[in-house]
């Protein structure tokens, strides 16, 4: 139970277009998702965290005008990365949580690479 | 500023060996601490969740301690394998961040050579 899936695993763009990432809970519904970016031998930096209806919550240094989270049901929230440049290319991985629980479950994330 | 701090950054064990993997915290006010590997360009796996009220958790080879007052856990690995051979995150979910949040650190990249 309790799986997580991302998609697509990986896409490559074009410098100035968009690009949006799926995060789905399967089997379970998730109130709040996360977003989380992972720079190479860096750690997991969460970007923003959304609860379902609500508008996401951005860390700080994260433009949320660029990386535009949308929430709209409790099994699927997306992420667009709006006139992607080359530094934007990363791995985001999302994970979700269910009511009543503080664990997250991870989905298996997705390259993005700007070029 | 609340940190996670693993060491080190990269471990390489012949086979067999049991071996520990070391992971830092700045704040000892925490919910939780959790043990994840990552494989390369795949999303986390969740391996052992401690709760702050907790000392060590059991999985099959791996343990996971805590020591909270010292701002410290460590993941034990018995009789590695090859098919260990991954990068572990170790992540703690601060108290008074929100709630909900982990802060991860960088990893440690195992590689378990036969």
Redesign the interface.
Known sequence: GAVVS?HPSWVICKSGTSVKIECRSLDFQAT?M?WYRQFP??????MA?SNEGSKA?YEQGVEKDKFLINHASLTLSTLTVTSAHPEDSS?Y?C?A?FSGT????????T?LTVT | KQE?TQIP?ALSVPEGENLVLNCSFTDSAI??LQW?RQDP??????LL?IQSSQREQTSGRLNASLDKSSGRSTLYIAASQPGDSATY?C?V?FSGA?????T????TKLSVIP
């Open positions: 991302q709040t996360f031998k860096q750690s997991l930096m969460l965290t919550t791995f991985i994970s949580s503080y664990e997250q479950y991870f989905g298996p994330g390259r | 996670v950054a919910y939780n994840f360009g795949k999303g986390l796996t969740s969740l995150l992540a979910r929100g709630s909900y949040q982990l991860f650190g960088k990893g």
